[in-house]
C-alpha cells in the first residue's frame, strides 16, 4: 500500500485486490498509517490497483469508514473498476463512499 | 364345512353392506348377529358391529398372545384380528381354518355416536377389533330365552366375555358380552 | 343468544386463546430481544386482535386491559419504553387477567383487572411526551424502516400482484462460501424480480482494530412474484433469513406517498460524500424515509417455525374431520391398488384395445397422488413439539423469579412433530417434571456458587425420534437424586421398611419418586408441591402407553426420560424379509448392512452368531429365530445382516431379504398387542401390505452379550449383577479355559497342516499381516497333555497386545457370561491363570493373556529406567474385573504398592486420603469416568500435577483426543508388563503439562 499526504488529505493508494488473504496485514498497516498522520483530515481509499474486492475487502473499507467517522475525519473511496463500482452500487455503498451517483444500466 | 344349522338366507346379506346394515340397527330392538367357528354357533349384538370382511388377508403377529389371529390392512387403518376360541378361552383341538370372514368392531368413539350407546361402549375402544370366524349366519330378531353360562368347571374360560347360552330348535348359540370380549383380558400381555 | 352467535363467541375465544398463547411465549422470548422489531410487531398485533373482536361482542373488561396494554406496547414498539423485566411482569399479569377473561366471556366482566390497567396505565404516564408528533407519522413496519423506498416500485409490485420480501444476506456466508461471487449472485438475484433496495448494516462491522471481522450482513428489499419457498431455493438461504412484507401495511403506507407521474425522479440523494463528523448515537443505517405514522403497524411473516403457531395463517379443523380424510385417503388407496391390479391383468392378457394406451401412465400418477394425499392428511395431524416447549419458558421464568433462582431453560428438538393427542397428553406431565427440576433438582444460587456451580441453574427439555419412539428429556444440573436421602425418606414415611431400603440399589431407590406419597423437598413450597406428585406424572405416562426412566448423579444433576411410541409420524425405514413376512426398521438405527455368503460367513459359537466387520466382531441375532419362523436351511450362510446401532451399542440382526427404503407412516398397535416387546408399531406398505416396525430395544434385550459397563458413559445403575463376556473354548484337553471377548481380535478355522514348525515353536504365516506366533496353552499351563493337532484347529488372534501371536484351540464352545463375584482366584495359582469359574456347570479356566505371554517368555525385555518405581504408591482405576487383574499382577513385583479402585468415584474417594505418586485409570467406567475423573483431578489444585495414564480397550483417535483434552498424560491400549511400565516410568519423569 501506497501512501501519499496530499494537503490535508491521506490518499491510501492500495497495491492491488482487497481480499480475505491480505486484509489482516492491511488492517494493521491501515492503523499505522492513521495513527502516523493525526493531522490529516480526510482520507481518501484509492483503488485504482485493484480488480476485485471480497466480502472481507468489503469489511475493511467499512471499517476503515467507521474508523474516519470514530476520528471524525471524512472518508472516501476513488477509481473504483466499474466492476467495484457496481458492486458499491448495489450493496447501496457507493454513496457512502462518496462516489458520485451514476445512472444504473 | 359343516351345514349351518340355521335357517338359510340371510347370511351373507350383510357382507353386502360395510355398515352392517345400517337400516336394522336403528331399530330399537336389540339384533343377534350370529356366527360360526370352529364348528361351533354364536351370537353378539349387532349394534356393536361395524362391517364383515371376506377373506380379510391376514398378516400374522410372530410372538404376539395366543388371542391375536394377525392383523388385518381395512381402508388405511391396522384391524387387530382376535381368535375367537383363544379369546374366549376354549382350548379347542381343532385348527381354525383359513380366515373366512371377519367381523370389525366399531370402536367406542363410534358407538358413543349412536342414538343409544350401549352402556359399555368404553370397552370398545380407541384401536379397531375384530375377529375371525368361520362363517356368518342369520340375524335373529329377537333372544328369546337366555341359560346361563357353562359353569366355572370349564377351566380357562373367560365368563366375563359370555353373557349366556341361547337354546335355539338348531342347536345352542353362546351369547358373547361384546364389551368384555373387546378389552384385554388381564394377564394376557405377553 | 342465537346459535350462530355463540358459535362466533366459540370462535373467539379459541382465536383469542391462540393469541394469548402467543403473547405469552413472545413475551418471554422479548425479555431476552428486548428490540427485536418483527416479535414487537406479533406482540403489537396479538394484542390488537384480541381487542378487535372483544369489541365486536361488546366485551368492555376484555377491550379496556387489551387497550391500555397495546398503548404501552406501541411505546415499546416505537423504542419510546425499554422492555426491562418489570415491564414485562406487567405484560404478563395483564395477559393473565386476558386469558381468564376470555375463559369465560360471559364473566369477564367480574373479573378485577383495575390493578393491571392502573399499573400499565402508569407506564403510559411515564413516557416522556418526546416527539409527540414524530409518533403519528411512521406508519412503515419497523423492519421496514432502515430503507429508502420508492414507492413507485412499491406500488408497481404489489399491482402486479408480486411480494415483497425482506432478505437478509451473509456476504460471505451465504455467498462465497457457497464458491461465489458477490456480484454474480447479486445479479441473479436482479433477475429474479425487482431491487428495491439495499441496507448495509455496518453497525454490525467493527472498527479497524476488531480482532475477528464480522461477515458483513445486508438486507435487500426485494420484490418478485416467486413464493417464499421457491425463492429460498433461489437465493438458497435458511428460511429464518427471508421476511415477507404484508401488503396491507405497504398498501396503508402507499396511501401517504404521493403518486407520481411516469417520469421518476432520481432517488433522493445520496448522503454526502464526506461524512459528517457524526454524533455517536445516530444511527449507522442510511436515514429512512419518514411517512406520517399513526399508530398501525405491519405484520412481518418470519419464514421460520414462528409462522406455525401464527393463528392467522392456520384454519381450525376438528381431529374427527381428519381421521375421517384420513379413512377416505385410505379407501382411495385401495382402489387405487384394485386399479393397479385390473390394470396389469389387462396387459399380461394382451389385446388391450388401442383407446386405452397410455392407462398404465394415468394409473401411475393417480398412484403417486394417492400415496402423497394420505401422507399431507397424516401430517396435517402432526404438531411441531416446539409449540409445548415453549411454554416452559414462562413457567421457568415466573418460577425462578418465585423461588429466588435463576434458571436457564434450553429446549432441543423442536422441530419433533408428534400426533396432537400426545402434545396434549404431555403437556401436564412435563409441567410437573419441569417445576419439580426448578424446585427440588436446582440449587438456591449461594450453593450452587459453593459447590463451583455456575449460578445459573440449567434445565434441559429435549425431544427426539429414537428408534421408533418419541424420547422426551427434562435434565437438570442440580443437585441430584440421593439415593440415601431417598430411602431415609421412604422409610420415615412408611413407604417401605428399613430392611427393604437396604436392599435397595441406586436406581430402584430412585424410582422411590413415583411411589404416591413420596416428596423429597423438605419444604413442602407451593410451586410443586400441589397434591399432584411424581406418580401422577408416572400413571399419565404409561397411559399414553409410555415408560418413565430416570437418570441422576448425585451433585451433577438429573434426568428424567420419557419413552413413547410414536401414534401417529413418518419416519424413514428399511423394509426387510423374512421368509414371507415384511418388516419395518427405522433407517436412525441402522448403520449398515452386510450380505453374508460364502466368503463372509456368520460365526457360530455354540448358538451365539457373530460377525466379524473390520476387526470387530458383533453379535448377531437372528430374526427369524426371534420370531420363532421355522428355520431354513443354512441360515448362517445367506442372508443379510443389518449393522444396526442402539443407544451406544452395536449390533447385527439376520434376515432374509433387503427390500426398499421407504417413508413409512408409523400406526400403534392395537390395545391385544401393548405386551409385545419385539414390535413398536405397523405399517402400511404401498401395495396395501402391512409390515410390523421391529423395535430394535425390545429385540435385543437380554438377548445380546451385556454391555461391558466400561461402554457406558452415562451412570445408570443396571439391576443385573455385573457379568462379563468371556469366550469358552477347550484345546484338545478336558479343561474348558475362557478369554475375556475385549481380548479376542479374531477367530480363524484352518487347516492344521497350515502350521510350520520352526524351531521348536509353531508359526502361522498370513497372507496380509505378520507370521503369527502359536501359544499352546498346554505348553505353558499346568493342564492335561494332549494328543496330536485334529486336521481342522481354531485359532484365536488376541488384541491389545504388541506380539504377533495366536492361541490355538480345537474347540471353540459358547460365549458366556461370567459373573464377577464368580471367580475364584485362590484354588487354582498359575501364571496365565486369573482364576476360575464354574461357567454353566463346568470349571472354566480364565486366562490372564498378558500373564500367559509373560509365561511363555514372549513379554519384551525390560529396558532399565531411570526412574524407581520400587518405592512408589500407584492407584489403579478400572471396573473390568479381568483388567484389573491382569493390570494388578503385571504391576506386581516392580511397584511398591498398588491400590485398586473399582470406578472414578472410589478412585476419587481414595485420592482424599492417600498419597500415590501415579493415577493409571480405565476411562469408561459407571458412576465417574475415566475422562470425568480426570477432569477433577486437573480442576483441583492439590491434582493439577497428579501424573495420569489412560488405559483402555478403546483404541481410537477419538479417545486418545478425549483423553488428551481432559489432561491424560499417557494412553495406554495394550496391557503388557514392559509396555505398562515404561509408561510408568515415562509419567513420573516426565514434566506434566
Known amino acids: 500500500m501506497q501512501t501519499l499526504l496530499e494537503a490535508s488529505t491521506l490518499r491510501l493508494v492500495f497495491a492491488g485486490d482487497i481480499l480475505s488473504t491480505n486484509v489482516a496485514a492491511l488492517r494493521t498497516e491501515l492503523l499505522a498509517t492513521l495513527g502516523a498522520h493525526p493531522a490529516a483530515t480526510h482520507v481518501t481509499a484509492d483503488l485504482v490497483n485493484a480488480r476485485t474486492v471480497d466480502s472481507q475487502g468489503i469489511n475493511l473499507l467499512l471499517a476503515l469508514y467507521r474508523e474516519s467517522e470514530r476520528r471524525k475525519i471524512g472518508f472516501r473511496v476513488e477509481n473504483p473498476s466499474p466492476e467495484i463500482r457496481r458492486l458499491f452500487d448495489l450493496l447501496n455503498l457507493s454513496g457512502r463512499f462518496g462516489l458520485k451517483p451514476t445512472k444504473q444500466p | 364345512m359343516d351345514a349351518p344349522r340355521l335357517p338359510a338366507g340371510t347370511s351373507d346379506a350383510l357382507l353386502a353392506s360395510r355398515g352392517a346394515a345400517p337400516s336394522l340397527a336403528r331399530t330399537n330392538a336389540e339384533q343377534l348377529l350370529t356366527f360360526r367357528t ?53 382350548h379347542s383341538a381343532v385348527a381354525q381354518g383359513p380366515a373366512e370372514r371377519c367381523i370389525v368392531f366399531k370402536t367406542s368413539p363410534e358407538l358413543a355416536r349412536l342414538a343409544h350407546p350401549p352402556s359399555d361402549c368404553e370397552l370398545a375402544g380407541n384401536d379397531i377389533i375384530g375377529v375371525v370366524v368361520d362363517q356368518i349366519g342369520d340375524i335373529l330378531a329377537e333372544r328369546g330365552p337366555v341359560l346361563p353360562p357353562p359353569p366355572d368347571t370349564i377351566s380357562g374360560l373367560d365368563h366375563a366375555c359370555i353373557a349366556g347360552v341361547l337354546p335355539r330348535p338348531e342347536g345352542l348359540i353362546t351369547l358373547i358380552n361384546t364389551g368384555a370380549f373387546l378389552s384385554v383380558p388381564s394377564g394376557s400381555a405377553s | 343468544m342465537s346459535t350462530a352467535e355463540q358459535e362466533m363467541l366459540e370462535l373467539f375465544v379459541q382465536e383469542a386463546r391462540e393469541h394469548l398463547g402467543v403473547l405469552e411465549s413472545d413475551l418471554v422470548s422479548l425479555e431476552a430481544n428486548p428490540r ?67 375463559a369465560s366471556p360471559e364473566n369477564s366482566a367480574d373479573i378485577p383487572s383495575l390493578a393491571e390497567r392502573e399499573a400499565l396505565g402508569a407506564m403510559l404516564r411515564s413516557d416522556p411526551p418526546a416527539r409527540p408528533a414524530a409518533a403519528e407519522k411512521d406508519i412503515l413496519p419497523l423492519y421496514l424502516r432502515s430503507f429508502r423506498i420508492d414507492p413507485e416500485l412499491v406500488r408497481s409490485a404489489l399491482r402486479n400482484g408480486h411480494h415483497v420480501y425482506v432478505v437478509q444476506l451473509r456476504l460471505h456466508a451465504d455467498i462465497e462460501a457457497k464458491g461465489q461471487g458477490i456480484l454474480d449472485y447479486l445479479r441473479e438475484v436482479q433477475s429474479l424480480g425487482t431491487l428495491i433496495d439495499t441496507a448495509t448494516d455496518i453497525a454490525e462491522v467493527g472498527g479497524l482494530d476488531a480482532e475477528a471481522p464480522a461477515d458483513v450482513v445486508c438486507s435487500l428489499l426485494f420484490a418478485t412474484a416467486m413464493e417464499p419457498d421457491l425463492l429460498l431455493g433461489a437465493f438458497d438461504l435458511p428460511a429464518a433469513q427471508l421476511v415477507q412484507a404484508a401488503a396491507p401495511a405497504l398498501r396503508e403506507w402507499l396511501a401517504t406517498q404521493p403518486v407520481l407521474g411516469p417520469a421518476t425522479p432520481p432517488p433522493p440523494p445520496s448522503p454526502p460524500a464526506v461524512v459528517a463528523p457524526a454524533s455517536p448515537a445516530a444511527p449507522a443505517a442510511p436515514a429512512a424515509l419518514s411517512p406520517p405514522e399513526d399508530g398501525t403497524t405491519g405484520t412481518a411473516h418470519p419464514m421460520a417455525s414462528a409462522s406455525r403457531t401464527k393463528p392467522d395463517e392456520t384454519v381450525r379443523i376438528s381431529v374427527s374431520l381428519l381421521d375421517a380424510l384420513m379413512n377416505l385417503a385410505g379407501e382411495m388407496v385401495l382402489g387405487r391398488n384394485q386399479l393397479l391390479r385390473v390394470a396389469e ?22 398412484s403417486a397422488v394417492t400415496s402423497d394425499l394420505q401422507r399431507t392428511i397424516m401430517r396435517a395431524r402432526l404438531q411441531p413439539v416446539g409449540g409445548l416447549l415453549g411454554r416452559f419458558h414462562r413457567v421457568l421464568r415466573d418460577l425462578g423469579q418465585k423461588l429466588g433462582k435463576e434458571i436457564q431453560l434450553e429446549t432441543v428438538g423442536d422441530d419433533v412433530e408428534l400426533d396432537r393427542a400426545l402434545i396434549e397428553g404431555l403437556s401436564d406431565p412435563l409441567t410437573h417434571l419441569v417445576r419439580n427440576a426448578a424446585d427440588h433438582g436446582l440449587e438456591p444460587r449461594e450453593e450452587r456458587l459453593r459447590v463451583g456451580k455456575p449460578p445459573a441453574g440449567r434445565v434441559r427439555i429435549s425431544a427426539a425420534h429414537l428408534a421408533g419412539r418419541v424420547q422426551i428429556e427434562v435434565r437438570d444440573d442440580g443437585r441430584g437424586l440421593d439415593p440415601v436421602r431417598l430411602k431415609a425418606k421412604a422409610v420415615e414415611k412408611g413407604l417401605i421398611t428399613a430392611d427393604q431400603a437396604e436392599r435397595l440399589g441406586e436406581a430402584e431407590a430412585w424410582q422411590l419418586i413415583f411411589a404416591p406419597g413420596f416428596s423429597t423437598a423438605a419444604v413442602v413450597s407451593d410451586v410443586s408441591g400441589r397434591g399432584v406428585g411424581m406418580d401422577v406424572v408416572k400413571t399419565n405416562i404409561e397411559r399414553l402407553g409410555g415408560r418413565v426412566e430416570i437418570e441422576s448423579v448425585v451433585g451433577r444433576g438429573t434426568a428424567i426420560i420419557i419413552r413413547l411410541p410414536l401414534t401417529l409420524a413418518i419416519i424413514p425405514a428399511l423394509i426387510v424379509g423374512c421368509g414371507d413376512r415384511l418388516f419395518a426398521v427405522p433407517q436412525l438405527n441402522l448403520i449398515e448392512i452386510v450380505r453374508i455368503g460364502p466368503d463372509r460367513p456368520l460365526e457360530d459359537f455354540g448358538g451365539s452368531r457373530l460377525l466379524r466387520l473390520r476387526e470387530e466382531l458383533l453379535p448377531v441375532l437372528d430374526l427369524s429365530a426371534l420370531l420363532g419362523l421355522p428355520a431354513t ?97 477347550r484345546d484338545g484337553t478336558p479343561e474348558t479355559f475362557a478369554l475375556h471377548i475385549a481380548n479376542i481380535g479374531r477367530i480363524e478355522r484352518l487347516s492344521s497342516s497350515r502350521i510350520e514348525r520352526i524351531g521348536g515353536q509353531d508359526f502361522l504365516r498370513q497372507e496380509n499381516g505378520p507370521t503369527l506366533r502359536l501359544v499352546r496353552l498346554q505348553t505353558h499351563l499346568p493342564v492335561t497333555p494332549p494328543g496330536p493337532l485334529p486336521a481342522e484347529i481354531h485359532v484365536i488372534v488376541p488384541r491389545l497386545v504388541d506380539q504377533p501371536i495366536a492361541l490355538v484351540a480345537e474347540e471353540i464352545l459358547d460365549a458366556a457370561e461370567l459373573p464377577v463375584d464368580a471367580l475364584d482366584t485362590s484354588t487354582l495359582i498359575a501364571p496365565g491363570v486369573l482364576g476360575t469359574a464354574s461357567i454353566e456347570g463346568a470349571l472354566t479356566i480364565i486366562l490372564d493373556l498378558y500373564g500367559l505371554l509373560r509365561a511363555a517368555g514372549l513379554d519384551r525385555p525390560a529396558i532399565p529406567g531411570g526412574v524407581d518405581l520400587a518405592s512408589r504408591r500407584i492407584l489403579l482405576a478400572e471396573d473390568t474385573l479381568f483388567f484389573r487383574e491382569a493390570v494388578r499382577r503385571a504391576f506386581t513385583g516392580f511397584v511398591g504398592a498398588l491400590d485398586v479402585a473399582n470406578d472414578g468415584e472410589e478412585a476419587w474417594q481414595r485420592l482424599q486420603t492417600g498419597a500415590y505418586d501415579v493415577l493409571v485409570t480405565d476411562l469408561e467406567m459407571p458412576r465417574l469416568n475415566g475422562f470425568e475423573l480426570v477432569a477433577r483431578l486437573r480442576s483441583d489444585p492439590r491434582f493439577k500435577t497428579l501424573p495420569v495414564i489412560a488405559l483402555s480397550a478403546r483404541d481410537t483417535p477419538e479417545f486418545h483426543e478425549r483423553a488428551r483434552i481432559a489432561g491424560v498424560n499417557r494412553f495406554e491400549s495394550k496391557f503388557d508388563r514392559e509396555r505398562l511400565r515404561r509408561a510408568l516410568i515415562d509419567a513420573l519423569s516426565a514434566p506434566t503439562p
Not at chain 3, 392407462?359 to 400418477?365: D, E, P, S, T, V
Request: glycine share 10%; aromatic share 6%.
Open chain 2, 38 to 90: 370352529r364348528g361351533r354357533w354364536y351370537a353378539c349384538d349387532l349394534l356393536w358391529v361395524r362391517e364383515i370382511l371376506r377373506q380379510p388377508a391376514l398378516t400374522p403377529v410372530d410372538r404376539a398372545p395366543p388371542l391375536v389371529r394377525g392383523l388385518i390392512h381395512l381402508r388405511g387403518q391396522i384391524v387387530t384380528a382376535l381368535d375367537l376360541d383363544r379369546r374366549l378361552g376354549f
Open chain 3, 36 to 102: 427485536d422489531a418483527a416479535l414487537l410487531n406479533r406482540l403489537f398485533r396479538a394484542v390488537h386482535s384480541v381487542k378487535g373482536t372483544a369489541g365486536f361482542f361488546g366485551l368492555t373488561a376484555i377491550t379496556e386491559l387489551a387497550h391500555v396494554m397495546e398503548s404501552v406496547m406501541a411505546l415499546v414498539r416505537d423504542g419510546r419504553l425499554e422492555a426491562g423485566p418489570e415491564l414485562i411482569n406487567l405484560f404478563l399479569a395483564g395477559t393473565d387477567k386476558l386469558k381468564a377473561m376470555v
Open chain 3, 345 to 366: 391383468s389387462r396387459r399380461e392378457g394382451a389385446g388391450a384395445p388401442p383407446e386405452h394406451e397410455g392407462l398404465g401412465g394415468i394409473i401411475q400418477g393417480i
Open chain 3, 633 to 729: 436351511e443354512d441360515q448362517a450362510g445367506s442372508g443379510y445382516v443389518l449393522i444396526l446401532r442402539l443407544d451406544r451399542r452395536r449390533f447385527g440382526l439376520r434376515v432374509d431379504q433387503v427390500a426398499d427404503t421407504e417413508e413409512i407412516v408409523v400406526k400403534p398397535l392395537g390395545r391385544h398387542l401393548q405386551g409385545t416387546t419385539l414390535y413398536s408399531g405397523a405399517t402400511l406398505l404401498g401395495q396395501g401390505r402391512i409390515a410390523l416396525i421391529l423395535d430394535l430395544a425390545g429385540l435385543a434385550a437380554g438377548r445380546l452379550p451385556p454391555e461391558p459397563a466400561s461402554t457406558r458413559e452415562t451412570t445408570r445403575a443396571s439391576l443385573r449383577p455385573p457379568a462379563e463376556q468371556v469366550l469358552l473354548f
